[in-house]
């Protein structure tokens, strides 16, 4: 933290899955028909970096993208709530956020206003990764949108946004900014090692290039239906031996399995909203996640200090 907000005290919002779950899943297809217009206007980048959507100061952004000679961009408003379509030759298109736009009627209204801003694209048109399997053109069972609970989960976004931000300038090699996949709404990290990962089993054209190289991940879950309370985690790719007898602070972290057979280090987001000092309770997960999975894989972890990473912070004691 910066300044004299080091002595801010944080009051941070719960974010009880069940509470919010009909808003959380309106909100996600919204993302991801979003997060697909993404796809379609930019070119491919390493480890999918042009896929995420991006924090602002007002909620989320695709970032500049193009369709043929004409760049837009595409942000969700969350204190206006409202949807903004912009481009490069003047153009400004919005649409209301409200209760009881549903999936379809959102899906057809953003690409009517990308059509009158000179963008005519065509998106896979289907969720990915959920469990719902409705097209969103046809999608008119998902249509709750709570501006309160949208607005407390836009402020565990920007404060955790914060605190990501803090902790990656700890480290000199290559990490990537905060970003939310839309995929599954993870708000996430990832610092690299710079050395080449072995070939993984799986070798459909997401997962490869993935991991194409040793990686530690962070990030923040807001909760699905697999794993139902709002956590930030964290994984080393490839897997170590041994990862998962490495200590984590603060005490209520653990090691759990993960669907694919790794592992995961949690903690629970009401455990760090709920401490004495949330901010260096969430960075002193971080950085015991991060020792856990850098020592154990052999990383150079001195090589990767940076001159802004506090000593203090090394082999972190729980709080």
């Known amino acids: 933290m910066h300044g004299d907000q080091a002595g801010v005290a944080e009051v941070l919002p719960p974010l009880p899955l069940a509470a919010w779950w009909p808003t959380k ?47 837009f961009a595409i942000d969700f408003d969350f204190l206006d709530h409202r949807l903004v379509v912009r481009t490069d030759a003047g153009s400004t298109e919005s649409l209301a956020l409200h209760d009881g736009l549903s999936v379809k009627d959102f899906h057809e209204a953003l690409l009517g206003l990308l059509d009158r801003s000179g963008v005519h694209l065509t998106i896979g048109g289907k969720p990915l990764e959920v469990p719902v399997t ?23 976004l920007s404060w955790t946004d914060a605190v990501f931000e803090e902790f990656e300038a700890w480290f000199s090699g290559k990490t990537s900014p905060a970003r939310l996949f ?27 290039e993935s991991f194409t190289h040793e990686m530690i991940g962070f990030g923040l879950s807001p909760g699905d239906d697999r794993k139902p309370e709002a956590s930030f985690y964290s994984c080393t790719q490839p897997e170590p031996p041994d990862l998962t007898l490495q200590p984590l602070c603060p005490q209520q972290a653990r090691w759990i ?43 150079q972890m001195a090589d990767f200090e940076s001159t802004y990473f506090p000593a203090h912070a090394r082999n972190p004691r729980c709080p």
């Open 25 to 71: 899943v309106t909100l996600h297809l919204y993302c991801q028909i979003m997060g697909q217009i993404r796809l379609a206007a930019t070119a491919p980048h390493d480890h999918w970096s042009n896929v995420p959507l991006f924090l602002t100061i007002r909620g989320l952004t695709t970032r500049r993208m193009r369709y043929g000679g004409l760049g």
């Open 182 to 208: 839309w995929h599954s709404m993870d708000l996430a990290i990832t610092r690299y090692s710079g050395r080449h990962a072995p070939q993984r089993s799986r070798t459909d054209p997401v997962t490869v």
């Open 134 to 156: 409705t097209p969103f053109a046809e999608d008119t069972g998902h249509s709750s949108y709570d501006e309160a609970l949208v607005g407390r989960f836009w402020r565990v």
């Open 257 to 299: 399995p993960f669907c694919d057979g790794t592992h995961r280090a949690i903690l629970a987001w009401e455990d760090v909203r709920t401490s004495a000092d949330p901010r260096r309770t969430l960075l002193t997960f971080l950085q015991s996640a991060y020792e856990a999975g850098g020592i154990t894989a052999g990383w």
